[in-house]
């Protein structure tokens, strides 16, 4: 006969309390965050796709940082660097809503596979170029330009890919881990390349770019995808267009967000072209001390990424989203009047915390509206605000940083910052309820 009272229920037929050697502590409630956020590395795509990228984006912020410094090396003009940038995106302005239709039809691993071997080419070719001594300005315009094209169809594809790699749910956290990896590269790809560009020269630098690449095409590779079968086409090409386009002028909420990346795109970010000009000439840090400003630029934005993750659900996103741009006004206005390293550091970190904490909110509250269906158009519409825009603003600001000089053309661009929080508040009121 069984037992009908086991020794692990009471009298009453509940359980019986545990004895205290035997209780297991509760979870400390810092701790809970972290094990929610993680389990979005539950899905076996994600974590090849993401620790892929950790490699390879830490080549490619090596090959940035460098890049810069043999420009400016080259031709002593911050108005050739801001050309280089201008050239880098300029595709992404003029193409991309035509790469966002793409985007919608074909299968985006495949599409991430040649983009990603694309870049892998290129950086060979820099590298190549560098190491053998012939390299020149005009080739590095046009190898920037080149960069551009591959850039407008990887960045729609890109951001569009995440939704094919998550549940909906974790969607937030994946973006938001996407910034922070993208971030922590942007801390150790810049100070690796000003120690190997101060040690050895340039050309290494471009050559383990090129390297890194295999790391996420073999990621994209492993992956197990359900189809990747072309999409049949629902219209022509310019049809699928402007149904984009007319989604986003009717929907007033991603409209406005788009307007004001874009319009931040151009004012703001381009104080990076001036970068090198501080490191060289105003601090006079060189080419080591370049990578630790970019780097600095990079934990700042990691911040930023990582208090997304973990309290971009709990905060007012659109109050957070204005804030962030102020902060980026006031912290490029200390980075302009700064006379110490130490100082501009500071300063770039909280640049950098207040310039990537918008733009992943941005895009996180573009991509939990947007249908499928639409989401490689209006992410290309993204990715034409934060890319397309960059370029005219930096060709600018290198034009005018050479007549007025950088600290100059930094301030103008702080209070060009301050100028836009108050026309997102007045044009746009509705954004700080987000």
Not at 359 to 379: E, F
Request: aromatic share 10%.
């Amino acid at each position: 006969m069984k037992n009908k009272n086991p020794d692990y229920l009471s009298p009453a037929g509940k359980p019986a309390p545990i004895p205290p050697a035997f209780q297991v502590p509760a979870l400390p409630r810092f701790y809970l965050p972290i094990a929610e956020k993680g389990r979005v590395f539950r899905h076996r795509n994600f974590r090849l796709f993401f620790f892929g990228q950790l490699v390879s984006v830490v080549g490619t912020w090596m090959q940035s940082t460098a890049l810069q410094w043999l420009v400016y090396q080259l031709t002593n003009s911050q108005s050739s660097l801001g050309l280089v940038t201008f050239l880098n995106f300029l595709p992404v302005l003029l193409i991309s809503f035509f790469m966002g239709v793409l985007v919608d039809r074909l299968p985006k691993r495949k599409l991430l596979i040649l983009t990603q071997s694309s870049f892998m080419i290129l950086a060979i070719t820099l590298a190549v170029l560098t190491f053998t001594g012939l390299v020149e300005y005009w080739h590095i315009l046009a190898l920037a330009f080149l960069v551009g094209i591959v850039n407008a169809l990887d960045m729609p594809a890109r951001q569009a890919f995440y939704v094919e790699l998550v549940d909906r749910e974790d969607l937030t956290v994946a973006i938001g881990l996407n910034s922070a990896l993208f971030n922590s590269a942007r801390i150790i790809g810049p100070a690796i390349a000003g120690l190997i560009v101060g040690w050895i020269g340039e050309a290494p630098a471009f050559a383990i770019n090129a390297v890194t690449f295999l790391a996420v095409i073999f990621a994209l590779l492993l992956m197990r995808v359900g189809s990747d079968q072309i999409q049949p086409a629902r219209g022509k090409g310019f049809s699928d267009l402007l149904q984009g386009l007319r989604y986003l002028a009717g929907e007033k909420q991603i409209f406005g967000l788009v307007a004001m990346v874009a319009l931040v795109s151009f004012v703001g970010a381009p104080y990076m072209v001036l970068l090198p000009v501080f490191a060289r000439d105003i601090l006079q840090i060189g080419a080591e001390g370049f990578g630790q400003l970019m780097a600095a630029h990079g934990i700042g934005a990691l911040i930023g990424a990582l208090g997304v993750i973990f309290f971009g659900s709990r905060l007012g996103r659109g109050n957070i989203l204005i804030s962030a741009r102020a902060l980026m006004g006031l912290a490029v206005f200390a980075l302009a009047v700064s006379p110490y390293p130490w100082l501009s550091m500071v300063a770039l970190a909280l640049a950098g915390y207040a310039y990537i904490t918008q733009l992943i909110l941005t895009n996180t509250l573009i991509q939990g509206i947007v249908p499928d269906a639409l989401r490689g158009r209006v992410m290309s519409a993204f990715t034409w605000a934060l890319g397309g825009f960059f370029p005219l603003g930096s060709l600018l600001i290198g034009v005018i940083g050479d007549q007025i000089g950088a600290q100059n053309a930094a301030i103008l661009i702080s209070l060009g910052c301050l100028v836009l929080t108050a026309v997102n508040l007045v044009v746009f009121p509705a954004m700080k309820e987000l």
